[in-house]
T-cell receptor, first 111, second 108 residues
């Protein structure tokens, strides 16, 4: 079974731009969660999608948004990028909200 | 608000020694997870603990859960260099909250 895939793996953007990250879950998994990992704040929950509906949201500003498609693939979007958005963005999928399997991450650098 | 505290945050130990990482959390929880992360890599699931008194073991790692004390432990037996990594606990009730991680460095 293929694992969770994330694209792109690395990204460099400029302040003020927007970015879209993609996550393809393990086949059959309907839940996709997104996390931001930084050295200072650690791993922070962004949001969770299940069957195209946002089921939970972390404490991030509205510049962070996401969506899930009917094939369970998910995208997250960050608008008006700030330097502090530089991070490793991890996506995890699970079957019915049980054990999560993480993708390799997208490393975003904002300059 | 659910808070998760791990300690220690950094641990340097000799091969062959035993040690324990602690994970305390502030409110009742549905599940507790332990993950491993190698530098520059993603998270690998180690254990999922579902109920009070749950104990799971894989190789030199053993995790346990005491829901009354809101405490989980990850015990390392006879550490080897390959276990050097950062270990995270994560607690779920409404959403999943991670501890800050324990960076484990095992000296040969």
């Amino acid at each position: 079974k293929a694992g969770v895939t994330q694209t792109p793996r690395y990204l460099i953007k400029t302040r003020g731009q927007q970015v879209t990250l993609s996550c393809s879950p393990i086949s059959g998994h309907r839940s996709v969660s997104w996390y931001q990992q930084t050295p200072g704040q650690g791993l922070q929950f962004l949001f969770e999608y299940f069957s195209e509906t946002q089921r939970n949201k972390g404490n991030f500003p509205g510049r962070f948004s996401g969506r899930q498609f009917s094939n369970s693939r998910s995208e997250m979007n960050v608008s008006t990028l700030e330097l502090g958005d530089s991070a490793l963005y991890l996506c995890a999928s699970s079957h019915s909200g049980y054990e999560q399997y993480f993708g390799p991450g997208t490393r975003l650098t904002v300059t | 608000e659910l808070k998760v505290e791990q300690n220690p945050l950094f641990l340097s130990m000799q091969e062959g020694k035993n040690y324990t990482i602690y994970c305390n959390y502030s409110t009742t929880s549905d599940r507790l997870y332990w993950y491993r992360q190698d530098p520059g890599k993603s998270l690998e699931s180690l254990f999922v603990l579902l109920s009070n008194g749950a104990v799971k073991q894989e190789g030199r790692l053993m995790a346990s859960l005491d829901t009354k004390a809101r405490l989980s432990t990850l015990h390392i037996t006879a550490a080897v260099h390959d276990l050097s990594a950062t270990y995270f606990c994560a607690v779920e009730n409404d959403k999943i909250i991670f501890g800050k991680g324990t960076r484990l460095h095992i000296l040969p």
